[in-house]
């Protein structure tokens, strides 16, 4: 069997057709960011959506589909028998098949069938270009096919401007459109604090760090600086949410750095409300990041933020007003603006109030599902 239809959303012939094609697993930020516009968008009647996404022969269903499912998305899932099985295109051309169609990828596996349907069927292609991970020469050279890749599309989009600075090359910039993440405002409990759990806080200060374990998104930095803090004296406990190639190293170099019984690795977590309600202050201490989710999370949940100056949190945070920015790489630096924030819990609950009032409606999902509406628009007035 090729391919299974969830149908939540009834049929829609009478608009034009996304097909939105993206490969995962988890609900990481891209994924996060479809589930988000998709339901809007197809209320508000102006667009239908199909959403794709692959899958083995005998896979079973995955978290993401799960969670699209939850969401009451339509699901169109491409069997294949290995990971480049071309098979999909196929059901691509036929899904394609109707007036102003649109393919739209995210993610260098994606760019390869959004470059086929394009040549095969002639149909506009939306490449979205996500933040890149380098944990090994097999995944720097997937990344660096799909800036390859997009440079064939009709229109890239980025989350950021730095981002697209990084990733897309200058002479195919006359193509880019930035559209930024979004968050939802909170509902019912959601965006309140509790006192941190018993089994995270052995003394202190309770520091969360939400993120995939990988090298770019500086975990072994943050270690670094908690040793450091160690130290000097500070009482605090550290929560390393996610999971990734660098786990166990993280294990070790806790170790090394005299911290191992004050860090709580969580592992994955599906929904990271508990953390935000349990913690005290979050750091993002990445050598690389697009819009990063969880810095407009902890923002919306009003925690301290200690970040890294990269890819758009420059542009999310003023550095001394709404949180404390390091220049990436610098654990001295990260170190003295974690103590910082514990030391002085009025400025920080300051800088947290502060950054809570800037999200809306910069970063609501009615401009962002706006902004979509807008490029499917252009595409189709150019086409």
């Not at 667009?47 to 699209?68: D, H, K, M, Q, R």
């Not at 200690?306 to 001394?320: D, K, S």
């Not at 630096?333 to 999200?359: N, Q, V």
Request: charge should be positive; aromatic fraction near 6%.
């Amino acid at each position: 069997m090729q391919a299974t239809i969830l149908r939540h959303y009834p049929r829609i012939d009478t608009v034009p057709r996304i097909v939105a094609l993206i490969s995962t697993r988890i609900v990481g930020g891209p994924a996060k960011g479809l589930l988000q516009v998709i339901p809007d968008l197809h209320r508000r009647g102006r667009f239908e959506v199909v959403l794709c996404t692959f899958a083995g022969t005998n896979e079973a269903e995955s978290p993401f589909i799960a969670a699209a499912r939850a969401c009451g998305i339509q699901v169109t899932i491409l069997r294949q028998r290995h990971h480049w099985d071309l098979r999909p295109l196929l059901l691509l051309r036929k899904l394609l098949d109707s007036p102003g169609a649109i393919i739209q990828t995210h993610g260098y596996k994606e760019a390869v069938f959004g470059l086929a349907v394009k040549r095969l069927s002639g149909r506009p292609w939306i490449a979205f270009m996500h933040g890149t991970t380098e944990e090994n020469v097999k995944v720097r050279l997937y990344h660096r096919i799909d800036r390859v890749l997009t440079g064939h599309a009709d229109v890239i989009v980025s989350v950021s401007r730095e981002l697209a600075d990084r990733m897309v090359k200058p002479r195919h910039r006359t193509k880019l459109a930035i559209i930024e993440n979004a968050i939802e405002p909170p509902l019912g409990t959601q965006g309140a604090r509790s006192a941190p759990r018993p089994s995270w806080r052995t003394q202190g200060s309770v520091i969360g760090c939400i993120g995939r374990l990988s090298r770019e998104k500086g975990q072994m930095l943050l270690l670094e600086a908690a040793g450091r803090l160690a130290r000097q004296g500070a009482r605090f406990t550290l929560v390393l949410a996610g999971d990734g190639p660098d786990r166990d190293l993280l294990h070790e170099k806790a170790d090394t750095e005299g911290v191992g019984g004050r860090v709580r690795f969580l592992g994955h977590v599906a929904c990271a409300d508990e953390i935000y309600a349990n913690i005290d202050m979050l750091v993002l201490p990445s050598y690389r990041e697009g819009m990063p989710n969880v810095i407009l999370e902890a923002m919306q949940w009003r925690l301290p933020i200690v970040a890294t100056a990269v890819g758009a949190v420059p542009e999310m945070l003023v550095h001394g007003v709404s949180g404390l920015l390091v220049h990436p790489g610098d654990s001295i630096a990260l170190a003295r603006a974690m103590a910082s924030m514990m030391s002085d819990p009025d400025k920080a609950e300051r800088m947290a109030r502060k950054a809570g009032e800037t999200l809306y409606p910069r970063f609501s999902l009615e401009r962002r599902v706006e902004l979509f509406e807008s490029l499917y628009s252009r595409v189709l007035e150019a086409v």
